[in-house]
């Protein structure tokens, strides 16, 4: 029951993203090879090293978010909490997904288990390198450039973005860091929003991959 509840859960908070997916994928296709490439090897953090919490909510459910993050964002591990209670009983979940280069591990920390894959990463959910959009990429992404806004103390960049299959979104980048998000998708609310960022080196310990999950590819 448990694992049903938290299917339908991330399903309906992460569909309200998956038609600006497709957008973002669709308009890929008009960037040439050359545009595509000139993103790799780009910091995906403004900082060397950090730990960023935020909060998404969609549909009146909330996720938190701790990112633990070095190397400028080569090696990243996400903690999600998922806080919900149905009829009294306790359903809330906590996963984490644990990044160094391509490489991706994804756990589920109340189950143990887990699954490794290699993909290719995106150097932030926009898919471009926001420092150095040009006027013709912002055309292309149907982004509009609102210019400097301060968010937690932090100067950062404010952009929209609209388009004709319902998409309407705000965001406020740090960098390529995105620090808030708040619009709709598909016809669905859906915000994020960066709480605190820490100067910090994270604990080296929360890039190791636990030793007691059993992962899909052991079995």
């Known amino acids: ?4 509840v ?5 399903a309906l908070f992460l569909g309200s993203c998956s038609g600006e997916k497709k957008e973002r994928e669709s308009r890929g296709q008009e960037f040439s090879a050359k545009e595509l490439q000139a993103e790799a090897g780009k910091k995906r953090y403004p900082l060397e090293q950090g730990i960023i919490r935020s909060t998404s909510e969609a549909m009146g459910m909330e996720m938190s978010i701790v990112t633990y993050f070095d190397k400028w964002g080569e090696w ?3 903690e ?4 919900m209670e149905v009829m009294g009983e306790d359903y ?7 990044i160094k280069g391509d490489d991706h591990w994804k756990i589920d920390l109340d189950k143990k288990t887990g699954e490794h894959y290699t993909l290719a990463r995106a ?19 149907n982004l509009e450039d609102l210019g400097e806004v301060e968010f937690l103390g932090y100067k950062c960049r404010k952009m929209s973005m609209k388009s004709d299959k319902g998409t309407q979104m705000d965001y406020v980048m740090w960098g390529n860091v995105m ?9 669905i609310q859906t915000s994020s929003r960066v709480t605190s960022v820490e100067e910090v080196a994270p604990p080296q310990e929360k890039f190791e991959v636990p030793r007691d999950i059993r992962f899909t590819d052991e079995e």
């Open 179 to 187: 620090m808030s998000m708040e619009g709709e998708a598909m016809g």
């Open 76 to 78: 990243e591990a996400i």
């Open 80 to 83: 999600t909490t998922v806080p």
């Open 123 to 141: 150097i932030n959910p926009l898919g471009v390198d926001v420092e150095s959009l040009s006027d013709e990429l912002l055309g292309k992404m």
């Open 6 to 10: 938290f299917f339908l859960l991330v």
């Open 92 to 98: 809330s979940t906590r996963t984490l997904e644990i």
């Open 1 to 4: 029951m448990k694992k049903l």
